[in-house]
């Protein structure tokens, strides 16, 4: 099969077994008899449904608030429970999915064909290869992927399906497949859903109030052109290695909007230092996972805490992801020795078999 999936913006990863469909036995064909021959028809190659491309959103911002409101719809229909960290995790996953291969099998139809079982399989092998890449952001985004450490009993894997289905067939690869970072940041679509899925009173609770999308692009160019209260600095452009820090971001709707400004004006994201604060776990969760999909480079910190209460909340999160690279090293020095000394012990096994 094509290989479809780009599971990392910088690494090609083959397509999980999980999307791999078992093939069909092949049609018995008659045997001759010596008082009729059978004509056998020459074997057909089956048609391959090709992938569609992402294509570009007019209105990616209205798409958005379509998909988190149909997501909300539909959780709640299926009485998923107020775990909310469940169904923004899964269109979190997807949204980490890229469409790379034009000529490939169309890959929504592949996962809308996969049952739960497969479904949760491939949500935590996701997961599992981006902590490989960045265990700091992964690890920040824990909340939203913790749930898929336990047996998830068949009631909440019909909801999950549901979710997934919903977020595929209203769009979601369009928004966020797209192999362009550019594309993949016209809008920001983990805002929309975590705030469809949180009642209001819960939003008024935690002083949680989402800047439009639309404002926010505003707010940046007006920012970057040094233009507030007509004040003109020094700096009117983006300077590669500048230090870009949003102390109360939410889910990072106000990063996008520089992301996007700094692209326009032909320079890279990744060459500058990100950080962004929140109060709120699942908001921070929600911000890691769009530095991932908005491919923000690797300088970037997401801190969860209160920006007001700790004025060092990136230094304390810069600490706490090298801890955890530390940790994803440690891990990976011992899964290669371990694969070492296995390979030996087949060495040795071969050898043995043979002298006997």
Not at 173 to 178: E, V
């Amino acid at each position: 099969m094509t290989q479809q999936l780009d599971l990392f913006a910088e690494v090609a990863e083959p397509i999980p077994a999980a999307f791999t469909a078992a093939p069909k036995p092949a049609p018995s064909t008659p045997k001759a008899t010596a008082s009729r021959q059978v004509r056998t028809a020459a074997p057909c190659t089956p048609r391959i449904r090709r992938a569609p491309r992402p294509h570009p959103v007019s209105d990616p911002h209205r798409r958005a608030l379509e998909i988190g409101e149909a997501v909300a719809e539909r959780w709640h229909n299926r009485h998923g429970g107020t775990a909310i960290e469940v169904p923004i995790g899964v269109v979190a996953t997807l949204a980490l999915i890229r469409e790379k291969d034009a000529n490939g099998p169309d890959l929504k139809a592949q996962l809308l064909s996969q049952d739960g079982p497969q479904l949760i399989a491939m949500l935590r092998e996701i997961w599992s290869m981006h902590w490989l890449h960045r265990p700091d952001l992964i690890e920040r985004a824990r909340i939203l992927h913790e749930w898929l450490n336990d047996d998830v009993d068949e009631y909440r894997m019909h909801a999950v399906r549901a979710v997934a289905e919903t977020a595929l067939k209203r769009g979601l690869f369009d928004l966020t497949a797209h192999e362009d970072p550019f594309l993949r940041s016209a809008t920001d679509v983990l805002s929309p859903v975590m705030m469809c899925l949180r009642s209001q009173g819960a939003r008024q609770g935690l002083g949680e109030y989402h800047t439009p999308a639309p404002v926010a692009d505003a707010m940046s160019e007006v920012l970057a052109a040094g233009q507030i209260m007509e004040i003109n600095l020094a700096a009117n452009e983006p300077r590669t290695g500048e230090h870009i820090h949003d102390p109360c971001a939410g889910s990072g709707g106000l990063p996008r909007s520089a992301a996007q400004y700094i692209r326009e004006r032909g320079h890279d994201p990744a060459d500058f230092q990100w950080s962004m604060v929140d109060i709120d776990q699942i908001a921070a969760a929600c911000a890691s996972v769009n530095a991932i999909i908005w491919g923000l480079g690797p300088r970037v910190t997401v801190a969860c805490a209160d920006a007001l209460a700790n004025p060092n909340a990136v230094q304390d999160a810069m600490r706490e992801a090298r801890a955890v690279f530390k940790h994803r090293d440690e891990a990976l020095g011992k899964a290669r020795l371990i694969a070492a000394v296995r390979q030996v012990q087949q060495l040795v096994d071969t050898a043995l078999m043979h002298a006997a």
